[in-house]
Structure formats: structure tokens, C-alpha cells
């Protein structure tokens, strides 16, 4: 059968793999290796040619690796993919591949904490200028901004921490009025709930260390294209300058478009940020990976299911002032995630306490099923009060700019028993709220 025949389910713990590659071993190899033996001379010359396709570093490419880059492009309806060490040089490679050199990039302030600093402390460093929206809904803002040099409009589909909820087609449409492409970071999202290049998205780049692996057991990142976008419109000469590298057999030098068409993006962050800057990811975090996205569908969907009957309770209590997330009462966010994400809008959100900042310490201290840390999408439940951690390189202002005001706390929901992780709230809002009723008395 065809891969395009094949729906998710299948593809998840299927794609890009052939048991009869590999020695006829069932679970994909890891391999372990850091270099590949040339073969002759003569193969070698076709390889660093690229007259032939092969491994030679695992810096660059790796047989575990590829199997989980090829799963990921079949999961997304991607033409290309590429892995990369940590979610982090994701987001950076994708946006550096895109402006380097000089340009901007337009985003807003709802982004993952790290990519929000990254934003200031190392792009202009690289003469890449970065410019937000205000109101990531506001489709108008994100048009008047957009300057000649605009490189790309970058967003998170669901944002980080808030599960703000992008407008993909729209937004889409705006970059490719503009001939530039839209960049998102689907990472909470996931390919089960979103394929974002089926709205129009060129470029996806997930953090595997989340809900795609799913353990929290190892960092990867993901970079995809979509194949569509036309990277010969003028504004990126660094995919249509010849390089003396890919040379074609009368020894005519080629760009990257044409040596790579479809996968030109990916092997420009292949070739000259994983050759280059370097973050690889090793085979048997590849091994981990493509292990967790085995049972993707089967945990965001208890995930989904746990976190809206937790939104449902968080609900009931007095002491809860808002909530952020599709499935709350009110959210404005209910047409968009009825359209993209009609299998539920992740299971990651934050809510606002109505408490001192000492109740609120004492609410993420008595948690005891939900552990207290820096990760998300995970098997288990998570809390942690993002302002002060996850989000705590940003200055008040920022803060204020990125709509996590101190009272937020975030939650990661996992696969537990719901009845559980209920009554671990249940305590711990017992416990943080427990002179409540003597100071009304
Ligand atoms: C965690 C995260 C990242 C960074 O990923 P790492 O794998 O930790 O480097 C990027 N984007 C989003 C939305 C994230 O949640």
C-alpha cells in the first residue's frame, strides 16, 4: 500500500520503516554509531558529491534518526523533515535558515519562555530584528507590520502557556500575500490534533521533548516544510545561489532549490546548522522518540479527556479567576478550536488563583500527584507557577506584555486516573485555602 493510503494510526508506528532495511528487526535500530565507513574511494566521491545518497556522520544524518524524520513528515503531510538535538535549535535554526543575513521576523509575545528571550538576547545579535503583535487575534495588526524585509510571520498554534489559539489559515494567507512563509511551532498541539500545512503553515518545527515522545525521558526537536512554498520569489537568495558543492554531473553548481527542491529548507538547516552549530540529536533519543510517538494518538486523547474534566472542576471552586483554555466557560477561543483542533485543544493551560503569593506556594506544594516541574505534554501531571520559572527570565513589563500575570499557574495534564488527580487538587486548594473561612468569620 501506499503511505497516502495509510491513515495516522497506522503511519504513527509504521512510517518510514522497513523491517526488511534493517536485518528484518522489528523494533527500528539504534544506531550507534558516529561515523559510517566510506565503502571505496569511488563511493566515497559520489557521496560527498551527493551524486549518492548515504550516511557518513551522524551529525548530519543517521539511520535512526532518518526513520523517525520520515515518520513525522508522514504524520504532518510534510514533503521533508529534519531532527534536530532540542526544540530550542528548532525554533532557532527554522528562523535563522529563514532571515539570516539580515531581516525580521513578526511574532508575538505568545511564545514558549525560552524562544521569548531568545527573541531579544540573540537574534539582534545576528542582525535579526524581531517585532511582535500586541494581539496575536488581530489580523490587521499582523498586516500593517509586516515590512520590506520581513522574512517570516512565526507563531506557536496553541501558545505556550496560555493555549491561545493561532488562526493558521489567516494568518497564512497574510505571509503569502507578502511572499513570505508562515512558520509555526505545533508542539502542544501535536500532529494527531493539528497538521498545520494542511491550513497553509510552510514551516512546522516541534519540541519532541513533549507530547510527541511523551516520557519526558529526552529533548528533541523537529524541523518540517511543506514543499509548497516558492523560495525563488527573490526574497531568499540563500536557496537559489549555486553552491559549488552540489555540482550536477557536466559540473554545473546548483542552489539549494535546485540540488533539493522539495526538501531545500530542511537541507539547508541539514547541511549548513546541523553540519555548522551542530545540535544533532543522538540515535537512541531518536530511538526514544519514535518509541513515543507509538502511542501519540492514545495518550493526547486520554490527555484531552483528563483536562477538560479538570477544566470542568477547576470550574466549581470559588477560588479560581479565570481560566485559559478552549474547553473554559467563555473562552474566545471556541470558533478557532472548533475549526483546527475539533479533537480537543491540548491539555496544557494555565489559571489564575485568587490568592497571596504565599497560598499560591502552598497549593503547588501540597500537590503531590502532580510533580512540580519545567516540562509539558508528558505522561504525567505537572503544575508549576510559570511566572516565576518557566517564564521568569521576563521583566514585569514583559510579563504583563505576555499575559502571565503573577497569579498564573500552569498545568500539563497526563494520562493518571482523573479521579486522582481531582482530589490532588482538591487537597491542595484545602490545604492553600484553609483560613479562608475564619477570615471571612
Ligand atoms: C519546550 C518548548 C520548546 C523548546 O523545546 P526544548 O525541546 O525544550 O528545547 C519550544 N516551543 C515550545 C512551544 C515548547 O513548549
Same mark, same amino acid.
Not at 86 to 110: C, D, H, K, P
Not at 164 to 170: G, L, Q
Given at each position: ?32 554509531? &558516529? ?33 523517525? #524524520? ?18 530550542? &535549535? ?27 528571550? $531568545? ?43 496560555? +493555549? ?55 529533548? @528533541?526537536?523537529?524541523?518540517?516544510? $511543506? ?30 532549490? #535546485?540540488?533539493?527542491?522539495?526538501? @531545500?529548507?530542511? !537541507? ?17 533519543? @531518536? ?17 484531552? $479527556? ?9 470550574? !466549581?471552586?470559588?477560588?479560581? +479567576? ?27 493551560? !494555565?489559571?489564575?488563583?485568587? &490568592? ?77 485555602? $484553609? ?5 471571612? &468569620?
Amino acid at each position: 500500500m501506499e503511505i497516502s493510503d495509510l491513515s495516522f494510526d497506522t503511519l504513527k508506528v509504521r512510517a518510514g520503516y522497513d523491517p526488511k532495511e534493517h536485518n528484518y528487526s522489528v523494533a527500528v535500530p539504534v544506531y550507534q554509531t &558516529a561515523s559510517f565507513d566510506l565503502g571505496d574511494t569511488d563511493r566515497a566521491g559520489r557521496l560527498f558529491s551527493f551524486s549518492e545518497f548515504g550516511y557518513l556522520y551522524t551529525r548530519v544524518g543517521n539511520p535512526t534518526v532518518d526513520v523517525l #524524520e520520515k515518520r513525522i513528515a508522514a504524520l504532518d503531510g510534510a514533503s521533508a523533515a529534519i531532527a534536530v538535538g532540542s526544540g530550542m &535549535a528548532a525554533v532557532t535554526y527554522s528562523l535563522f535558515n529563514v532571515a539570516e543575513g539580515g531581516g525580521r521576523i513578526l511574532t508575538t509575545a505568545q511564545v514558549y519562555g525560552g524562544t521569548f528571550d $531568545s527573541f531579544k538576547k540573540i537574534y539582534p545579535n545576528f542582525n535579526i530584528e524581531i517585532d511582535q503583535v500586541s494581539d496575536i487575534d488581530h489580523l490587521e495588526e499582523w498586516r500593517s507590520k509586516i515590512k520590506p524585509d520581513t522574512k517570516a510571520l512565526f507563531v506557536e498554534t496553541i501558545s505556550n502557556p496560555n +493555549a491561545t489559539i493561532a488562526d493558521i489559515e489567516a494568518l497564512a494567507a497574510i505571509a503569502h500575500e507578502n511572499d513570505i512563509p508562515l512558520i509555526v511551532d505545533n508542539t502542544f498541539a501535536t500532529p494527531y490534533l493539528l497538521n498545520p500545512i494542511k491550513y497553509g503553515a510552510d514551516i512546522v518545527v516541534y519540541s519532541a521533548t513533549k507530547a510527541l515522545n511523551g516520557h519526558g525521558n529526552a529533548i @528533541a526537536g523537529l524541523i518540517l516544510e $511543506s514543499g509548497k512554498f516558492n523560495w525563488a520569489n527573490g526574497k531568499f537568495p540563500q536557496f537559489t545561489a549555486p553552491v559549488y558543492l552540489f555540482r550536477d554531473s557536466s559540473g554545473n553548481e546548483r542552489s539549494f532549490l #535546485e540540488a533539493f527542491g522539495t526538501a @531545500a529548507f530542511t !537541507t539547508r538547516v541539514r547541511i549548513n546548522y546541523l553540519a555548522y552549530f551542530g545540535a544533532a540529536l543522538g540515535p537512541f533519543d @531518536a530511538y526514544l522518540a519514535l518509541l513515543g510517538l507509538e502511542t501519540l494518538s492514545e495518550r493526547v486523547q486520554k490527555q484531552v $479527556s483528563n483536562a477538560e474534566k479538570i477544566i470542568r472542576f477547576l470550574e !466549581t471552586r470559588e477560588e479560581v +479567576a479565570w481560566i485559559n483554555h478552549p474547553a473554559a466557560k467563555g473562552s474566545k477561543y471556541k470558533s478557532l478550536a472548533k475549526k483546527y483542533l475539533p479533537k480537543g485543544a491540548g491539555s496544557i493551560f !494555565t489559571f489564575g488563583l485568587k &490568592a497571596s503569593e504565599e497560598q499560591i506556594k502552598t497549593f503547588i506544594d501540597s500537590a503531590t500527584i502532580f510533580s512540580y516541574h519545567a516540562n509539558v505534554g508528558d505522561a504525567r501531571s505537572l503544575i508549576i507557577n510559570s511566572p516565576k520559572t518557566t517564564h521568569g527570565e521576563l521583566t514585569p513589563e514583559e510579563q504583563k506584555f505576555a499575559k502571565i500575570p503573577p497569579e498564573t499557574i500552569r498545568l500539563s495534564i497526563g494520562i493518571e486516573d482523573p479521579d486522582d488527580l481531582i482530589r490532588d487538587l482538591e487537597n491542595a486548594f484545602g490545604n492553600a485555602f $484553609s483560613n479562608k473561612s475564619e477570615d471571612v &468569620a
